[in-house]
């Protein structure tokens, strides 16, 4: 290359590494300055998580690179010299045109790509230096559970990673003295150089030691169920199998050395080909899971593991003492999907969850949405989730009211500046809620980081917040735990958002094995519960169990960013919600061997996600498992968050009074006279028909199953025109739940909605209600409206001729 070509390329070069390195150092800072507009305990545990997974990661790649770096120069002085050697008869020389710094880049480009990523070991990293212990063991190593979480994934990462490297850097040499010719073939002979002969053999014997150590490390692997329920023998035996393939590897390793001092290729052929076929028959070997599943023994110790590592230690069998009766029950009347249809604003509400409000003491689900509308600030919603308007209309409720009022109405009133689900990605305003900009070195470093050349531009006391969501502000914070969906909490300070933190692990050793998120994990625990607040974006996380070693052990590691259980404000210990992703966890679990409960029912979808909604608060959150020809409710998996703690309760259902699968209930209920008039009805007015996933409740006569069903008008608005209903054997429709009831009885007809006394005499009464509460608040605006309505109800006014 000529000196100008090469001046340029090196010039080249040394731009991206600069740009480069100014990017990343950028990111670094603009971490760390977002992480102290959080808080201090924030900023402390994330500037040393930082630092670590930086030291992880360069000494991982640093290592990578130099030994690919080092084995590829000296094969190539070796195989490639600048001239030809007079004792070499058939020796290559390197390229004249080609720089020989190519080849070092790329052995750099190649270290950089098989060392690359080892951050992503520091939470195995961190549990495994913390000495994480959950005081179980596992009934085939012997070993504590909490080995299993941290230091048995980061073993099997190093052993992968140290086999990919032996091979790499084997590879390479190999294929650079082919080039050369100092590894040929003459006729039906394999010549190696003798100067080769020595670094082919130390690479061969890294490869071999690295693979044995992946023998040697099968009894984990098996531990974790990766290869399937084994019994005890079993477990032995291919144990046995693990230690006989990790001696033959380091016999491999070793006849690799001793093929340097003059062993015989063939034999040293003969006992990697030895080695492989060891390799390969513990692969091959065939598994006996039917006849682990059938032990009673394995399946008691399964349970256990299970237990462990899906929550479920405090299972019973059986439901609670106290059951309520079935027509008492609180129904859901609305889909996540149907809300922003009953609001007939779709582009307008998000982070749509369930939750309850207490007005005047007594409890009421509803659905708490953000709603943004152009031109108007923020607003939380409370949308009544068992109650509708006489109409079928959506509810909502104001802060204050006793009762709710037809519409959409602002339960609070949020900030342009408040933290929320599905809020913009960055704000830039005096009165945002982040970094202060100061100097232009901190805004340079924001807008390169940020990509958001505004931030140059803003004015001197401006600021700029960015992480909004606060989900993404969680998961910033403690990205060692997976957070729930956040659900929105009124406190006596304010607003905030709380979020369950779930710890999750791949190499538990339980029966059960689920999906999650596109891969396979053996552990679901909740173990912290976050909280952010929504005016100044502060983040406290707790953790959830004072006896939970393994959130302790990451409170150890993050401290002081993670307080103690009793540090939980007392308004936040109530009215918690049972996490969606935790029971679904847990009934996938329950359909593993060791349970056998019974089986999801996926007629809405692949995903095993089709389940009744969890219902929130204090309430059981209820999934129904099937029996094995998906007909019939074979248990009932009842799941409920209080104050004193998390109670899982697997209630076997009598075969007789066992009701139907969803499907099956959809088809009957669809089989009523009644309903299908109204699906008629719906269609002549140019609507469409919505069915709600079937919910299931457990009273105290019965399993009880309804549906609720709403028609889509031609502008998208969604409204309640029936509910069906089922206990046991018999069901019922109706406009509503109570003339459902009456109509399962017997005792009434469906009925026109909002055409009898009933329903009149009711809207009446929730306008009364509604317009108390606006008397006692002494908001005499909406109390002209409640009474304007009320009129309206009573003396309809008729048209003109």
């Not at 596109?518 to 169990?545: E, Q």
Request: charged share 20%.
């Amino acid at each position: 290359m000529p000196g100008r070509g090469r001046r340029v390329a090196v010039a080249l070069i040394v731009l991206a590494l600069v740009l480069s390195a100014g990017r990343w150092g950028s990111d670094f800072l603009t971490e760390r300055l977002w992480e102290a507009s959080v808080s201090e305990a924030v900023a402390t545990a994330g500037a040393r998580r930082a630092l670590l997974a930086l030291a992880l990661e360069l000494s991982v790649l640093l290592l990578a690179v130099a030994w690919l770096v080092g084995h590829v120069v000296v094969a190539a002085r070796i195989a490639l010299p600048d001239y030809p050697p007079p004792d070499r008869e058939h020796a290559q020389v390197w390229p004249a045109k080609l720089p020989r710094w190519t080849l070092t880049a790329g052995a750099v480009v190649l270290g950089a790509l098989v060392g690359g990523g080892a951050d992503r070991w520091l939470d195995h990293l961190l549990l495994a230096a913390s000495g994480a212990r959950l005081g179980v063991r596992d009934p085939l190593v012997g070993a504590d559970l909490g080995r299993f979480v941290g230091a048995v994934p980061l073993w099997l990462e190093m052993q992968s990673r140290a086999a990919v490297l032996a091979a790499a850097g084997l590879g390479c040499v190999v294929l650079l003295h082919l080039a050369g010719g100092t590894i040929r073939t003459e006729g039906r002979r394999l010549v190696v150089s003798p100067r080769v002969r020595g670094h082919v053999a130390i690479l061969l014997a890294g490869l071999g030691l690295a693979l044995a150590w992946g023998s040697s490390l099968e009894p984990f692997r098996l531990a974790t169920g990766s290869r399937g329920p084994l019994l005890s023998s079993e477990y032995l035996l291919r144990t046995l199998v693990a230690e006989v393939q990790a001696g033959i590897g380091a016999a491999a390793a070793l006849a690799g050395l001793l093929w340097w001092a003059r062993l015989r290729g063939s034999a040293v052929l003969g006992v990697w080909f030895l080695f492989g076929v060891a390799l390969l028959a513990g692969r091959v070997l065939p598994l006996h899971t039917e006849a682990a599943i059938a032990d009673p023994t394995w399946r008691a110790a399964a349970r256990g593991l299970d237990s462990v590592a899906f929550a479920l230690g405090g299972v019973k069998a059986g439901p609670p003492p106290v059951r309520t009766p079935a027509a008492s029950l609180t129904p859901s009347l609305w889909d996540a999907p149907m809300l922003a249809a009953g609001a007939a604003d779709s582009s307008a509400l998000s982070g749509p969850r369930r939750g309850w409000i207490a007005p005047g003491g007594s409890p009421h689900p509803v659905w708490f949405a953000v709603r943004v509308a152009r031109g108007e600030p923020p607003a939380l919603l409370a949308l009544s989730d068992d109650q509708v308007s006489p109409t079928g209309g959506l509810l909502s409720w104001r802060e204050g009211d006793s009762a709710p009022a037809p519409g959409v109405n602002s339960y609070l009133e949020l900030s342009p500046h408040n933290l929320r689900p599905a809020a913009p990605e960055i704000d830039l305003a005096d009165e945002a809620r982040g970094v202060q900009l100061g100097g232009w070195v901190k805004r340079l470093v924001l807008a390169w980081a940020l990509q958001y050349p505004r931030a140059l531009s803003a004015s001197p006391g401006a600021r700029l917040a960015w992480r909004l969501d606060p989900a993404v502000r969680l998961a910033a914070v403690a990205p060692f735990a997976h957070w729930s969906p956040p659900t929105p909490r009124l406190l006596q300070s304010g607003l905030v958002w709380e979020s369950d933190g779930l710890l999750l692990g791949g190499f538990f050793p339980a029966s059960a094995r689920i999906p999650w998120g596109g891969a396979t994990i053996s552990m679901v625990r909740p173990a912290l519960l976050g909280v952010v607040n929504a005016r100044t974006g502060g983040v406290r996380i707790f953790r959830d169990d004072p006896a939970d070693s393994l959130a302790a052990a990451w409170a150890r590691i993050t401290d002081p960013l993670i307080e103690p259980p009793s540090a939980v404000p007392a308004e936040l210990r109530s009215f918690r919600s049972y996490p969606d992703e935790l029971l679904l966890a847990q009934a996938r679990a329950l359909e593993g061997p060791a349970w056998h409960a019974g089986r999801l029912d996926r007629s809405g979808g692949d995903s095993g996600e089709a389940m009744p909604p969890a219902a929130p608060g204090g309430a059981e959150a209820v999934v129904p498992l099937l029996d094995d020809g998906s007909r019939e409710v074979r248990a009932l998996l009842l799941a409920r968050r209080t104050a004193a703690g998390d109670s899982v309760r697997l209630v076997e259902v009598d075969s007789v009074l066992a009701p139907e699968s969803a499907a099956a209930l959809a088809a009957s209920w669809d089989r009523f006279p009644f309903r299908q008039a109204i699906h008629d009805s719906v269609s002549a007015a140019g609507a469409r028909i919505e069915k709600g996933r079937v919910r299931f409740a457990l009273a105290s006569d019965g399993v009880v199953a309804y549906q609720p069903v709403w028609s889509v008008s031609p502008a998208g608005r969604a409204q309640l025109v029936l509910v069906s209903v089922a206990l046991g054997r018999k069901a019922g429709v109706g406009r509503t739940m109570a003339e459902a009831w009456r109509n399962l009885r017997g005792e009434a007809s469906p009925t026109a909605a909002g055409s009898h006394a009933e329903a009149v005499l009711e809207a009446a009464r929730r306008l009364m209600r509604h317009a108390d509460s606006a008397l006692k608040r002494g908001d005499l605006q909406e109390l002209g409206r409640a009474l304007a309505n009320l009129k309206d109800l009573l003396e309809p006014s008729r048209p003109k001729p």
